[in-house]
Protein backbone atom coordinates (compact mmCIF):
# COMPACT_ATOMS: atom_id res chain seq x y z
CA UNK A 1 0.00 0.00 0.00
CA UNK A 2 0.92 3.82 -0.28
CA UNK A 3 2.35 5.46 2.56
CA UNK A 4 1.95 9.16 3.25
CA UNK A 5 3.30 10.44 5.94
CA UNK A 6 3.92 13.82 7.61
CA UNK A 7 7.04 14.89 9.62
CA UNK A 8 5.46 16.93 12.69
CA UNK A 9 1.51 15.99 14.32
CA UNK A 10 1.49 19.38 15.73
CA UNK A 11 2.42 22.71 14.83
CA UNK A 12 2.25 25.78 16.74
CA UNK A 13 2.84 29.87 15.30
CA UNK A 14 2.32 33.33 16.44
CA UNK A 15 -0.65 35.24 14.14
CA UNK A 16 1.57 36.70 11.34
CA UNK A 17 4.35 34.26 11.17
CA UNK A 18 4.92 31.99 8.17
CA UNK A 19 3.95 28.37 8.77
CA UNK A 20 5.26 25.54 6.52
CA UNK A 21 3.78 21.89 7.09
CA UNK A 22 5.21 18.64 5.31
CA UNK A 23 4.87 15.79 3.91
CA UNK A 24 6.60 12.87 2.68
CA UNK A 25 5.10 10.43 -0.09
CA UNK A 26 6.67 6.96 -1.29
CA UNK A 27 5.51 6.40 -4.51
CA UNK A 28 7.29 8.18 -7.59
CA UNK A 29 4.54 7.00 -9.93
CA UNK A 30 2.18 9.67 -8.16
CA UNK A 31 1.11 12.19 -10.64
CA UNK A 32 -1.18 14.61 -8.68
CA UNK A 33 -0.84 16.23 -4.99
CA UNK A 34 -3.15 18.26 -3.16
CA UNK A 35 -2.81 19.91 0.31
CA UNK A 36 -6.17 19.71 2.30
CA UNK A 37 -8.09 21.87 5.01
CA UNK A 38 -10.00 20.22 7.82
CA UNK A 39 -11.47 22.08 10.82
CA UNK A 40 -12.87 19.40 13.72
CA UNK A 41 -16.12 18.05 12.46
CA UNK A 42 -16.15 19.44 9.07
CA UNK A 43 -15.16 17.44 5.62
CA UNK A 44 -11.84 18.46 4.35
CA UNK A 45 -11.47 21.86 2.23
CA UNK A 46 -9.07 22.08 -0.55
CA UNK A 47 -6.61 24.52 -0.67
CA UNK A 48 -4.33 24.26 -3.29
CA UNK A 49 -3.07 20.98 -5.72
CA UNK A 50 0.10 20.59 -7.77
CA UNK A 51 0.88 18.54 -10.63
CA UNK A 52 3.88 15.61 -10.50
CA UNK A 53 5.47 18.03 -13.28
CA UNK A 54 5.77 21.10 -11.52
CA UNK A 55 7.91 22.20 -8.72
CA UNK A 56 6.06 25.55 -7.19
CA UNK A 57 2.55 26.85 -7.45
CA UNK A 58 1.40 29.41 -5.54
CA UNK A 59 -2.01 30.16 -4.26
CA UNK A 60 -3.56 33.37 -2.18
CA UNK A 61 -0.88 33.38 0.92
CA UNK A 62 -0.29 29.57 0.09
CA UNK A 63 2.35 27.57 -1.70
CA UNK A 64 3.01 24.29 -2.37
CA UNK A 65 6.63 22.81 -3.08
CA UNK A 66 7.40 19.45 -4.50
CA UNK A 67 10.64 17.67 -4.23
CA UNK A 68 10.36 14.43 -6.82
CA UNK A 69 13.98 13.71 -6.19
CA UNK A 70 13.41 13.17 -2.40
CA UNK A 71 9.63 12.54 -2.65
CA UNK A 72 8.76 15.53 -0.16
CA UNK A 73 5.98 17.99 -0.82
CA UNK A 74 5.72 21.18 1.70
CA UNK A 75 2.67 24.05 2.42
CA UNK A 76 3.89 27.39 3.20
CA UNK A 77 1.05 29.66 4.54
CA UNK A 78 2.04 33.10 4.79
CA UNK A 79 1.04 35.55 7.48
CA UNK A 80 -1.09 32.96 9.12
CA UNK A 81 -4.14 34.13 10.57
CA UNK A 82 -6.26 32.63 13.34
CA UNK A 83 -8.67 31.48 10.81
CA UNK A 84 -5.85 29.40 9.69
CA UNK A 85 -6.44 26.77 12.44
CA UNK A 86 -7.03 23.47 11.56
CA UNK A 87 -5.86 20.27 10.65
CA UNK A 88 -3.72 20.20 7.28
CA UNK A 89 -3.01 16.28 5.24
CA UNK A 90 -1.94 16.15 2.33
CA UNK A 91 -2.68 13.30 -0.76
CA UNK A 92 -1.14 11.79 -3.44
CA UNK A 93 -2.68 10.09 -6.48
CA UNK A 94 -1.24 7.49 -8.41
CA UNK A 95 -3.52 5.41 -10.51
CA UNK A 96 -7.01 5.81 -9.79
CA UNK A 97 -6.58 6.10 -6.01
CA UNK A 98 -5.63 9.18 -3.61
CA UNK A 99 -3.65 7.99 -0.85
CA UNK A 100 -3.89 10.69 2.25
CA UNK A 101 -1.46 11.43 4.99
CA UNK A 102 -2.37 11.36 8.34
CA UNK A 103 -2.41 15.11 8.90
CA UNK A 104 -0.87 18.06 11.20
CA UNK A 105 -2.46 20.22 13.29
CA UNK A 106 -1.90 23.81 13.12
CA UNK A 107 -2.87 26.52 15.83
CA UNK A 108 -1.95 29.89 15.39
CA UNK A 109 -2.02 31.90 18.67
CA UNK A 110 -2.94 35.54 18.62
CA UNK B 1 -25.02 26.30 -4.99
CA UNK B 2 -23.39 23.12 -6.14
CA UNK B 3 -22.08 20.76 -3.42
CA UNK B 4 -22.22 17.46 -1.40
CA UNK B 5 -24.58 16.67 0.85
CA UNK B 6 -24.37 14.24 3.64
CA UNK B 7 -26.91 12.90 6.27
CA UNK B 8 -27.29 12.21 8.97
CA UNK B 9 -24.05 14.64 10.63
CA UNK B 10 -24.45 11.95 13.81
CA UNK B 11 -25.25 8.53 13.64
CA UNK B 12 -26.11 6.23 16.36
CA UNK B 13 -26.32 2.37 15.42
CA UNK B 14 -26.87 -0.62 18.13
CA UNK B 15 -24.28 -3.42 17.40
CA UNK B 16 -25.95 -6.18 15.13
CA UNK B 17 -27.81 -3.22 12.96
CA UNK B 18 -27.33 -1.91 9.66
CA UNK B 19 -27.57 1.70 8.80
CA UNK B 20 -27.23 3.82 5.45
CA UNK B 21 -25.35 6.72 5.11
CA UNK B 22 -26.69 8.97 2.59
CA UNK B 23 -24.28 11.06 0.27
CA UNK B 24 -26.08 13.08 -2.68
CA UNK B 25 -23.94 15.72 -4.90
CA UNK B 26 -25.92 18.15 -7.14
CA UNK B 27 -22.03 19.20 -8.82
CA UNK B 28 -22.50 16.56 -12.29
CA UNK B 29 -19.61 14.64 -11.69
CA UNK B 30 -19.30 11.26 -12.35
CA UNK B 31 -17.15 9.54 -9.63
CA UNK B 32 -18.14 9.28 -6.21
CA UNK B 33 -15.91 8.12 -3.38
CA UNK B 34 -16.28 6.89 0.27
CA UNK B 35 -14.05 7.20 2.50
CA UNK B 36 -13.25 6.14 6.34
CA UNK B 37 -11.41 8.66 9.11
CA UNK B 38 -10.23 7.67 12.15
CA UNK B 39 -7.96 9.26 14.85
CA UNK B 40 -4.37 9.32 14.25
CA UNK B 41 -4.63 8.05 10.43
CA UNK B 42 -4.88 8.95 7.18
CA UNK B 43 -8.51 8.81 4.88
CA UNK B 44 -9.40 5.14 3.77
CA UNK B 45 -11.06 4.41 0.99
CA UNK B 46 -14.07 2.04 1.13
CA UNK B 47 -15.42 2.01 -2.15
CA UNK B 48 -15.82 4.39 -5.39
CA UNK B 49 -17.82 4.49 -8.68
CA UNK B 50 -17.14 6.07 -11.61
CA UNK B 51 -20.46 5.74 -13.30
CA UNK B 52 -23.80 4.95 -12.70
CA UNK B 53 -24.11 1.00 -11.69
CA UNK B 54 -20.74 0.20 -12.15
CA UNK B 55 -18.45 0.70 -8.41
CA UNK B 56 -15.23 -1.03 -7.62
CA UNK B 57 -13.97 -1.67 -3.81
CA UNK B 58 -11.57 0.19 -2.11
CA UNK B 59 -8.91 -1.20 0.13
CA UNK B 60 -11.41 -1.89 3.53
CA UNK B 61 -14.33 -2.23 1.88
CA UNK B 62 -15.20 -5.46 4.08
CA UNK B 63 -18.05 -5.00 5.98
CA UNK B 64 -19.74 -2.66 3.44
CA UNK B 65 -22.04 -2.35 0.49
CA UNK B 66 -22.90 0.63 -1.71
CA UNK B 67 -25.26 1.70 -4.57
CA UNK B 68 -25.38 3.77 -7.70
CA UNK B 69 -28.31 4.11 -9.35
CA UNK B 70 -28.57 7.32 -9.58
CA UNK B 71 -25.53 10.00 -10.69
CA UNK B 72 -26.48 12.47 -7.70
CA UNK B 73 -26.42 9.53 -5.06
CA UNK B 74 -23.79 7.05 -3.78
CA UNK B 75 -25.45 5.60 -0.51
CA UNK B 76 -23.28 3.71 1.82
CA UNK B 77 -24.68 0.87 3.84
CA UNK B 78 -22.46 -0.22 7.46
CA UNK B 79 -23.60 -3.88 7.82
CA UNK B 80 -23.46 -6.25 11.10
CA UNK B 81 -20.69 -7.56 9.38
CA UNK B 82 -18.48 -4.46 10.05
CA UNK B 83 -16.36 -5.12 13.46
CA UNK B 84 -15.31 -1.74 14.10
CA UNK B 85 -17.96 0.71 12.11
CA UNK B 86 -17.47 3.73 14.81
CA UNK B 87 -15.89 6.53 12.86
CA UNK B 88 -16.34 9.86 10.88
CA UNK B 89 -17.39 8.68 7.14
CA UNK B 90 -16.27 11.02 4.54
CA UNK B 91 -18.23 11.27 0.58
CA UNK B 92 -16.54 12.72 -1.84
CA UNK B 93 -16.95 13.23 -5.82
CA UNK B 94 -14.98 14.48 -9.06
CA UNK B 95 -15.80 14.98 -12.80
CA UNK B 96 -14.19 12.03 -13.09
CA UNK B 97 -11.11 9.75 -12.92
CA UNK B 98 -9.21 10.89 -15.59
CA UNK B 99 -7.48 14.08 -15.20
CA UNK B 100 -6.12 16.80 -12.73
CA UNK B 101 -9.04 17.03 -10.62
CA UNK B 102 -9.51 17.24 -7.02
CA UNK B 103 -11.74 15.81 -4.92
CA UNK B 104 -14.96 17.45 -3.17
CA UNK B 105 -15.75 16.65 0.02
CA UNK B 106 -18.80 16.63 2.26
CA UNK B 107 -19.66 17.84 5.59
CA UNK B 108 -19.11 13.66 6.96
CA UNK B 109 -21.24 11.87 9.07
CA UNK B 110 -20.26 10.68 12.95
CA UNK B 111 -21.51 7.01 13.27
CA UNK B 112 -21.48 6.07 16.37
CA UNK B 113 -22.01 2.20 18.31
CA UNK B 114 -23.60 2.09 21.44
Known sequence: GESVGLHLPTLSVQEGDNSIINCAYSNSASDYFIWY????????????DIR???????????????NKTVKHLSLQIAATQPGD??????????GN?????????????? | DGGITQSPKYLFRKEGQNVTL?????????AMYW???DPGQGLRLIYYSQ?????????????????????????????SAQKNPTAFYL????????????QFFGPGTRLTVL
Open chain 2, 35 to 37: YRQ
Open chain 1, 52 to 66: SNMDKRQGQRVTVLL
Open chain 1, 85 to 94: SAVYFCAERT
Open chain 2, 22 to 30: SCEQNLNHD
Open chain 1, 37 to 48: KQESGKGPQFII
Open chain 2, 51 to 79: IVNDFQKGDIAEGYSVSREKKESFPLTVT
Open chain 1, 97 to 110: QFYFGTGTSLTVIP
Open chain 2, 91 to 102: CASTPGLAGYNE
